[in-house]
């Protein structure tokens, strides 16, 4: 039994949140399979599949001034490789997470504005 409503529970909240980790879950693994594929069977191919992988992620952090220190912390060797695709595996999925909670703002702010728009039953009918 429900004692209050929140609008945290909306259907549309848990949809946006299954579809941010749905997204950010296959973009993990896919650039978890391409950089295997790339150390066993090196390709031009793979190069440039991984390099299109890590653009997301290294827009997001040079847009946040944080790609400047992370480049420095690596060539200083404070952090290592892996170190790196941690922080890009992280911020693909901050971006991804993001983008589905934008998107799916705007999407119910759209939902609800035709609800309201659409005519109420036992309103005016048009003959």
């Not at 952090?61 to 480049?71: C, D, I, K, S, V």
Request: charge should be positive; hydrophobic fraction near 50%.
């Amino acid at each position: 039994m429900r004692y209050f409503s929140s609008r945290t529970d909306s259907p549309l909240l848990h949809i946006m949140w299954g579809n941010a980790f749905l997204l950010s879950l296959v973009y993990l693994l896919l650039g978890l399979g391409v950089e295997l594929a790339l150390r066993y069977f090196p390709s031009r191919f793979l190069q440039r599949l991984s390099l299109s992988l890590d653009s997301l992620p290294a827009r997001a952090l040079e847009l946040t001034g944080a790609m400047e220190p992370l480049r420095a912390a690596y060539f200083s060797g404070r952090i290592s490789e892996v170190g790196v695709r941690v922080v890009f595996g992280l911020t693909t999925m901050v971006v991804i997470f993001l983008l589905a909670m934008v998107v799916g703002t705007v999407m119910g702010g759209v939902r609800t504005l035709l609800a309201r728009r659409a005519p109420r039953e036992g309103g005016r009918r048009h003959p």
